[in-house]
C-alpha cells in the first residue's frame, strides 16, 4: 500500500472539539506552499442534515480530492453515534478494524503528507472491535497532532489522551485558544511547562511545525 511521506494521525480528546476544521486549516497551508496533501478519514458518522458539510467532505475540499475518497460511501452513516453504533442503527453491519485497514487507500504518487482523522474521542469506538487508539496503534503515524480544547479541564483531557497515545511523536494543538483568558493562558504555560508537551494555538505556527517534519 502506498504510504504518505510523512503520515499525520489526527485525534482529539472528545467530539466536536475541532478535529476536522483544524485539519482542514493546515491542508491548505500546506497546499499553499506546493506540498501534495492527501487526507482520510475511514469512516464517519453524521446527522442526516450535514450532507455537503460532512467531515470527509470538508477534509476533500481542503486536500483537492473528492469525498468518497477520503471516506468510502459506505462507510458514510446518517446517524449521530459512534460508527459501529450508528451502523447498527442504521441497519447495517458495523465495520471491523481489519476491514477499515484494508479500505484505506492513499494516492500515486505518495502524498508528501497524508492527514487521517479519526472519530470523535481518543477511545471512542470507530470499528465493531477497536477504538481509535487501536486504529493508530495498527498505522503507526509518523506524528499524532491532538486537537483539545483550551478552557477549564484542558489539562485532564490532553493529559488522558496523551498517555492513551503514548508512543509516536505528539503535538497538540488548542482551538478555540484565547490570548486574553488567564484560563487559557495557563492551561497553555502548564502543558508547556510541567508536562512537556509540544503544544500550539495558532494554525499557521501549526503548519509550520507540520511542514518542517519533511
Known amino acids: 500500500m502506498t504510504r504518505p511521506a510523512t503520515l499525520i494521525a489526527v ?19 500546506l497546499r499553499i506552499r506546493g506540498l ?35 471516506c468510502p460511501a459506505h462507510r458514510w452513516y446518517p446517524v449521530p453515534l459512534a460508527p459501529p453504533l450508528a451502523a447498527s442503527a442504521a441497519g447495517q453491519v458495523p465495520p471491523t478494524l481489519a476491514e477499515l ?21 481518543v477511545r471512542s469506538p470507530l470499528a465493531d472491535d477497536g477504538d481509535c487508539r487501536d486504529l493508530l496503534r495498527a498505522l503507526q503515524p509518523d506524528t499524532v497532532l491532538l486537537v483539545a480544547g483550551a478552557d477549564l479541564g484542558a489539562i485532564n483531557a490532553v493529559r488522558l489522551a496523551a498517555d492513551a497515545l503514548a508512543g509516536p511523536p505528539l503535538v497538540v494543538f488548542l482551538n478555540r485558544y484565547l490570548p486574553g483568558d488567564d484560563v487559557h493562558r495557563r492551561n497553555l504555560a502548564w502543558l508547556r511547562g510541567r508536562d512537556g508537551l509540544v503544544v ?7 503548519a509550520d511545525r507540520i511542514a518542517g517534519l519533511r
Open 11 to 29: 485525534a482529539g480528546t472528545g467530539t466536536e472539539i475541532g478535529k476536522t476544521w483544524v485539519a482542514a486549516r493546515v491542508l491548505e497551508s
Open 36 to 70: 501534495l496533501v492527501s487526507a482520510r478519514k475511514p469512516v464517519q458518522s453524521h446527522g442526516p442534515d450535514e450532507i455537503g458539510a460532512t467531515d470527509a467532505e470538508v477534509l476533500a475540499a481542503a486536500a483537492g480530492e473528492r469525498p468518497e475518497a477520503v
Open 101 to 121: 485497514l484494508a479500505e484505506l487507500r492513499w494516492p500515486t504518487p505518495a502524498p508528501d503528507f497524508g492527514f487521517l482523522e479519526t472519530v470523535g474521542g
Open 200 to 206: 500550539a494555538t495558532r494554525i499557521q505556527d501549526l
